[in-house]
C-alpha cells in the first residue's frame, strides 16, 4: 500500500513539474513573441511624438534638473546599429515600474546629464517589456550613439564592451572602472543591460566617448541622417 501511494504522489508531482514547465515555456513565447513586440512599437511610437509634429506642437522634453522626478522624460536616444529607425525616449531613474518597464531606457540619477563632464549612463532591459537593449552586444567599433535634449544634440562613439558582476557599480563611475584608458575630465556614456539573456547573473556594459556637440537650432546631425538612410 505505501509503495503504490509513493508512487501516485510522485506521478502527480511530475505532472505539476510538467505543467509548471509548459506554463513557464508558455510565458516565454507570450513575452518574446507577442509583448515585446508590443511593447517595442509602443516605446517608439512615443519617441516619435516628440519628434514629428510642428515645433509650435512639438511635445518638449523636461529640463535637466537635480531630484527631476522617477520616470520624466529628458532626453531621446538613436542607435542606427538596433535598426536605421530606431529611437527611444529617456525617462530619469532606473525604477523599473517608471522608468525600465514603461520608458524603456533609465537615467541613472547618480550620473551625470548628457554632455557633462563624466559619466552619463543608462540601463535598459535585454528581454521583456520591449527589450530596448536586446542588441547591445552588437555595438562595435565605429558605431555612434546620438542623444537629443531640447536645445543640444550630443554624438557619442563606441568604445569598449564589458561583462562585469552586479557589485561592480563602478563601471558607472566619472572615470569608470574597467574603460582602457578611462581619464579624469572625459564625456562618457554607459549603457548597460542584464547578461546573458533572460538572466540576472552579470551584466554587459558598453562604453563611448563624446566627439561632438552641436545646438539643435543647427539641425540633425549630418552623420545621423546619413545611417538613418
Known amino acids: 500500500m505505501a509503495t503504490k501511494k509513493s508512487a501516485t504522489l510522485l506521478q502527480v508531482l511530475g505532472e505539476l513539474l510538467i505543467t509548471a514547465g509548459l506554463v513557464l515555456m508558455l510565458y516565454v513565447v507570450w513575452q518574446v513573441y507577442v509583448n515585446d513586440p508590443i511593447q517595442n512599437n509602443n516605446q517608439q511610437k512615443q519617441s516619435i511624438e516628440y519628434s514629428t509634429k510642428s515645433e509650435i506642437e512639438k511635445k518638449r522634453f523636461v529640463e535637466m534638473r537635480p531630484n527631476l522626478k522617477q520616470g520624466a522624460v529628458f532626453a531621446k536616444i538613436y542607435v542606427p546599429r538596433f535598426g536605421k529607425n530606431y529611437e ?77 558582476d552586479p557589485t561592480q557599480v563602478g563601471v558607472i563611475n566619472d572615470v569608470p572602472d574597467g574603460l582602457e584608458n578611462a581619464i579624469e575630465g ?12 533572460w538572466s540576472n547573473k552579470q551584466r554587459i556594459v558598453v562604453w563611448m566617448s563624446l566627439i561632438q556637440t552641436i545646438d539643435k537650432n543647427q539641425g540633425k546631425p549630418v552623420a545621423l541622417i546619413e545611417a538613418q538612410k
Not at 124 to 134: L, M, N, Y
Not at 135 to 145: C, E, F
Request: aromatic share 12%; glycine share 10%.
Open 186 to 197: 572625459g564625456h562618457y556614456l554607459t549603457m548597460t543591460s542584464c547578461h546573458p539573456k
Open 88 to 164: 527611444r525616449l529617456i525617462g530619469q531613474g532606473t525604477f523599473q515600474k517608471t522608468t525600465l518597464n514603461v520608458i524603456g531606457v533609465g537615467h541613472y540619477v547618480s550620473s551625470e546629464w548628457p554632455g557633462e563632464v563624466g559619466n552619463f549612463a543608462l540601463a535598459a532591459h535585454r528581454t521583456s517589456h520591449g527589450a530596448p537593449f536586446a542588441n547591445i552586444d552588437t555595438l562595435k567599433s565605429g558605431d555612434r550613439v546620438w542623444i537629443e535634449t531640447n536645445d543640444k544634440w550630443f554624438t557619442y562613439e563606441y568604445r569598449q564592451t564589458a561583462i562585469v
